[in-house]
């Protein structure tokens, strides 16, 4: 996730931003990519939340190093620390799949916006990846870790539901789309995908571990974004 950036995951939301408008990243995680929105926005308000804050001591270094302001906060997307109708923008990225109510959450996010604001969501859908080599122990790992997201709560098909989602909320849906990310470095997602699956499927997680280093592996995922109005 550090890996990431404004410009690889929230680039779909680039023409929504402008110098001097508040935004909100909701699920910031390290807070890489909410320091590259607040590059964009310069002289705007931002502010990053995420439910666990172990990772916001780095993501304020970097921002004092990148020498713009972001203020961030430990805090549920269901009940977000702020007063109705705060923010110009609000983003969320790869947040949504892992809800069990995506729909309260993007109504908390419509509450904290302006009239007219708009929410920029992002999320992965696995019913379009591509992986290869394919092997029947790959599938099943890969299977493996969706069915521990769903008892988690979440929901790994989530990409395909997010326009019916933010419709549900209240939004007017202004674009959907998809696009696919390649993987550059395979050791890196599946030591992601294998640490979920240590405990609950050790077999799994070794599975994954070794696809990553067989020659010609690729591991391509599906991408759905939404922009909306409030």
């Not at 310069?42 to 990053?48: A, L, N």
């Not at 916001?56 to 190093?65: L, M, N």
């Not at 430990?74 to 069990?100: G, I, K, M, R, T």
Request: glycine share 10%; proline share 5%; aromatic share 8%.
């Amino acid at each position: 996730m550090a890996g990431r950036s404004a410009e690889s995951h929230a680039n779909f939301l680039r023409p929504e931003l402008r110098p001097g408008v508040s935004l909100l990243d909701c699920g910031c995680g390290p807070g890489v990519i909410t320091v590259g929105l607040a590059k964009i926005v310069s002289r705007g308000e931002v502010h990053g939340v995420d439910l666990f804050d172990e990772q916001f001591g780095d993501a304020r270094a970097q921002a004092k190093a990148e020498g713009v302001a972001v203020t961030f906060h430990q805090a549920s997307a269901y009940e977000l620390p702020f007063e109705a109708a705060y923010f110009d923008v609000v983003f969320a990225n790869a947040l949504l799949e892992h809800l069990a109510d995506p729909v309260a959450a993007l109504r908390e996010m419509a509450r904290v916006l302006r009239p007219g604001g708009t929410v920029g969501v992002c999320s992965p859908d696995w019913g379009g990846f591509i992986v290869t080599p394919p092997s029947d122990e790959l599938a099943h790992a890969l299977e493996t870790y969706t069915a521990l997201q769903r008892r988690n709560g979440g929901n790994p098909l989530a990409g395909r539901s997010l326009g019916t989602w933010v419709l549900e909320a209240g939004f007017n849906t202004v674009r959907v789309d998809a696009r696919y990310e390649s993987y550059e470095d395979l050791d890196r997602i599946a030591e992601y995908l294998a640490l979920q699956l240590n405990d609950v499927h050790p077999q799994s997680a070794r599975t994954l571990r070794a696809w990553a280093k067989q020659p010609g592996a690729m591991f391509a995922q599906a991408w759905v974004s939404v922009v909306a109005h409030r």
